[in-house]
């Protein structure tokens, strides 16, 4: 599990192969992810999702300023949807 190695490491460039192979759903991602996950100690996962202008980059500000002030790190993955995509209301 050389990949899960690598981002375990602080690889960026391994990171964002693991982001890559998760958006594009392969297999392997899914075992990256079990295998560093145990890693994370008490790490969260929060998905946010609204349409465009809702407020979702304020929200995730406000999560990241709160977090700080608390001595506590967040990351944020974005993921834009690709122009091609079709969105129900």
Known sequence: MVLAEKVRGGNARAAARFISNIENKVPAAREVLTSI?????????????RPPG????????????????????????????????????
């Open 37 to 49: 996950y145990c890693h994370t100690g008490k790490a969260h996962i929060l998905g946010v999702t």
């Open 54 to 89: 809702t407020g979702k980059s304020t929200l995730e500000d406000k999560f990241g300023q709160t977090f700080w002030e608390q001595g506590k790190t967040m990351g944020v993955v974005a993921v834009v949807p690709s122009r091609g995509s079709k969105i129900k209301e």
